[in-house]
């Protein structure tokens, strides 16, 4: 501006000159005059013009000014700083605000007398409750650490339970930015509650005062829940009903269907006060998968409670089943996707039991009688007890238990996850297994004491009791096994598990082959695919019909040949051609020369080429290899159980199996995880019954089927000879202390050992696991194979045959520790039961 402003008064100034000069020499020369004075005005026209800029130029110049260029700045600066701050709203911090945490919650007011108008959400005297223990509630947080993100408690439920006063349940909800979510974890959140309840505790009590009032400590239960849980629970829902036993015993009918679309409901169960809940299960069809889609899981509260799930229904159920409550309560949740689904069932309120009883046996032992499980057949609740006390008819007698799928063992430092007993003043655990144990009791008088100790409920158990001899527990002509089973001395040795823990088949020296003698060839050279005698009469009418057992191969039609390697050895052994059915299994094409340069260890391994193990898998957890695998049939593959143990690894959506792979990332293809079985016995302790089932959501086509196809699985009479070549593969760490997963399936031959060279290296070993390996520990499994094969080829190039999984052993490659594998053979029925 003060630059146009000096142009303005210089053009003044010399119009006032150019009028004088004008005016002298106007009587001069006129002509002169005018000419002159057209030319100045021409010039400064012109000079106005370059001096004033129009349009954008103008602009321009009138925006370099140095007063308009401090505007500018400053509010494109305001301009920015609002955009980001708008971005930052939108993005983090409204995120961040709406971040909701969820708690669901317990506690048990004391000293309060139950009515019947605390089961009504609508009357007045639960508003009043409700209010008063909501107000209570919210002061505890409101006056603690998280107060500022603490939002509101709801109060769901009041019922009462066998101690007296009225049980709360009750949601929290708190508002978290995410930076703070540490500070939310429900034992933070629960000890809150707790030490505002501690802080109160008088004379020894377990009942502290709140606001005045009184809450038993020992009662509070805090446990995060999903905002669909508290959303599909809380008042106004369409899907939650509730249902009231009010005579003991009465049935109280329960049918869901989700013919018309899906379900995703809860049901609420309550009975007589003093009474218990017994849910039966008469049918429940859904499609099973793993619990994600279709699944029905029981709480022992009226909230879904992670710390309170009774059961869970992830198969379909068509024998009945029963589950029974610790109180008056049980919550049902339903989720059925659309389909032609249902459940039928009924519930009914049952007296607590008192189990309690005073048995006598018999001085012979023959005569017997059976003692059950509290509440059987129904599964075992968490909270249960019962006491025996046994009487034999003198002091030389004990007391026998036989179980038929249960095994007492000394307690040690790890609690009992399924049963803990006291005979007399010695403790056991209970664990479950899949034969036969007998437990003895070396008392004339024995009291034995029972008590529930898993989290969840459990399978029954029944045990047949009788007397014993103290003094000679088996007959003269029988061995004792390490079970507690008798059997015949005659049968030791003879290659047949007759204990149910091989205590019959070690220490047992190579058995001579008798080829010449009179008496009969021992049964481990009997028709076992190898020549052992010259004259070869050991494999002579191997196709006869004998008595069936383990290790006797069984047809289709029920009967048993004594040829152990029956199954699809390409020779039609049973009479019904059973044996050459189901065989395209084990049959991988001629492999081509991998392109993968050197020969890299998997700990003694090498390279494998392209289509040499087609049913070898790769399971990845959450995009990243965790484990291995085999391929059963188109939709099916086989595991270790001990890849998906915990509770997040359980989840069949987190997992993919890549098929027809040699180097990672290279799969032919790649499926989901529809649901995952691991098997019942599972023992996460010893890594007994180490074996899961994998279904696919998608089958892999069949024109992969060089590339991808399925092993052969054994007989339980399979046998394995010296003439067996066998090999772990996997993309396993290839040393103990490797930090670098191969890229190619690494190969490793290695050998079966005995089961008597195994307890060597490892001591106590389950029927159910094998040792491969080489003496030096060049050859052996490692990290990252867990789950994958142990195929074995028969000899004279037969079919390739699962015969172990990778399950465990003593680090990698070490001298003298082999790998230990899942023994496969020992699971075929197990495994058809599921697959067929």
Not at 209 to 215: A, D, E, F, W
Not at 448 to 457: D, G, I, L
Not at 676 to 704: C, G, M, R
Not at 759 to 787: F, H, N, T, W
Request: glycine residues 8%.
């Amino acid at each position: 501006m003060g630059t146009q402003h000096e142009e303005n008064k210089q053009t003044s100034g010399d119009d006032d000159a150019s009028q004088q000069d004008a005016a002298s020499i106007a009587d001069v020369s006129v002509e002169l005059a005018t000419v002159d004075h057209t030319l100045q005005k021409l010039r400064r026209k012109y000079r106005k013009t370059r001096r004033k800029p129009k349009g954008i130029q103008k602009l321009w110049v009138r925006l370099l000014n140095v007063p308009h260029l401090a505007v500018i700045i400053t509010a494109v600066v305001f301009v920015v700083v609002v955009i980001m701050w708008s971005l930052l709203w939108v993005f983090i911090f409204r995120r961040e605000s709406n971040s909701g945490v969820y708690f669901a919650g317990m506690l048990r007011v004391a000293n309060v007398e139950f009515i019947p108008e605390y089961r009504q959400a609508e009357s007045h005297e639960f508003v009043s409750m409700a209010n008063k223990v909501q107000h209570v509630v919210s002061n505890v947080y409101k006056m603690s650490s998280v107060s500022r993100l603490y939002k509101q408690a709801v109060i769901s439920d009041l019922s009462n339970n066998k101690e007296g006063g009225v049980l709360v349940h009750f949601w929290m909800v708190f508002v978290v930015p995410h930076l703070k979510s540490s500070a939310m974890c429900e034992e933070c959140i629960g000890a809150i509650l707790r030490d505002s309840i501690h802080t109160s505790l008088q004379n020894r009590s377990s009942v502290g005062y709140l606001s005045g009032l009184p809450v038993d400590i020992d009662s509070v239960l805090i446990n995060g829940a999903q905002r669909s849980d508290y959303t599909s629970n809380t008042a106004g829902t369409q899907c939650v009903d509730k249902m009231y036993a009010n005579l003991p015993g009465a049935r109280v009918p329960l049918n869901v269907f989700s013919s018309w679309g899906g379900v995703n409901c809860h049901v609420k169960l309550t009975s007589v006060p003093g009474s218990l809940i017994r849910l039966t299960v008469g049918s429940f069809l859904i499609e099973p998968s793993g619990c994600v889609n279709d699944a029905l899981t029981v709480y022992d509260a009226l909230l879904p409670m992670r710390g309170r799930i009774l059961h869970r229904l992830c198969e379909p159920v068509s024998a009945s089943v029963s589950i029974v409550s610790t109180s008056n309560v049980m919550l049902l949740s339903f989720r059925m996707t659309n389909g032609n689904k249902s459940f039928r069932g009924h519930f009914d309120a049952i007296a607590e039991e008192i189990c309690m009883s005073q048995i006598e046996t018999h001085l012979e032992p023959e005569v017997t009688g059976q003692i059950y499980s509290p509440f059987y057949p129904s599964l075992l609740p968490p909270q249960c007890s019962c006491t025996w006390m046994f009487e034999t008819p003198n002091t030389a007698l004990g007391v026998a238990l036989q179980f038929h799928n249960y095994v007492l063992k000394p307690k040690d430092i790890r609690g009992c996850e399924h049963g803990w007993w006291r005979v007399n003043e010695d403790i056991f655990c209970g664990s479950y297994v899949g034969h036969r144990t007998v437990f003895r009791i070396a008392d004339h008088s024995p009291e034995v004491e029972f008590r529930c100790s898993s989290r969840n409920s459990v399978q029954p158990f029944q045990a047949t009791y009788s007397s014993y001899n103290i003094s000679q527990p088996c007959p003269e002509s029988h061995f004792l096994c390490n079970t507690g089973l008798c059997v015949e001395k005659s049968r030791r040795c003879d290659g047949l598990d007759d204990c149910q823990d091989e205590s019959d088949e070690v220490l047992c020296s190579r058995p001579t082959m008798n080829c010449g003698g009179s008496s009969p060839l021992h049964p481990l050279f009997v028709c076992n695919g190898e020549a052992d005698c010259r004259d070869g009469i050991d494999e002579i009418n191997c196709t006869q019909e004998t008595t069936c057992s383990a290790i006797r191969y069984r047809c289709g039609s029920g009967s048993c040949i004594l040829k152990k390697n029956a199954k699809c050895d390409g020779v039609h052994d049973c009479a019904d051609l059973s044996d050459e059915e189901d065989c395209a299994c084990g049959r991988p094409s001629l492999p081509k020369v991998s392109s993968a340069p050197g020969a890299e260890r998997i700990v003694g391994g090498a390279n494998s080429a392209e289509g040499e193990w087609p049913w070898q898998v790769s399971l990845h957890f959450a995009g990243s290899l965790y484990c291995g695998a085999s391929v059963l049939s188109s939709d099916w593959l086989i595991s270790a159980a001990h890849c998906f143990s915990k509770e997040r690894l359980s989840d069949p959506r987190f997992w993919s199996a890549h098929l027809g792979m040699l180097t990672q990332g290279s799969a032919k293809h790649v499926a989901e995880i529809q649901r995952i079985v691991v098997h019942e016995y599972y023992n996460a302790a010893t890594f007994d019954y180490d074996i899961a089932l994998l279904q696919l959501k998608k089958s892999w086509p069949p024109s992969l089927s060089p590339l991808v196809q399925p092993v052969c699985l054994p007989p339980s009479s399979h046998a394995v000879t010296d003439s067996h070549r066998c090999w772990v593969t996997g993309w396993g760490y290839r040393s103990e202390d490797d930090k670098v997963l191969p890229s190619v399936l690494q190969k490793a031959e290695v050998s079966l050992m005995s089961q008597t060279d195994c307890k060597k290296s490892y001591g106590p070993i389950s029927p159910r696991m094998l040792c491969a390996g080489v003496p030096s520990g060049e050859q052996d499994a490692c990290r990252g194979d867990s789950g994958g094969p142990l195929s074995c080829r028969a000899p004279g190039g037969g079919r390739w045959f699962l015969i172990g999984i990778v399950s465990w052993g003593s680090g990698c490659g070490r001298p003298n520790l082999p790998g230990v594998y899942t023994r496969v053979n020992k699971f075929t029925s197990w495994i058809y039961s599921h697959i067929s």
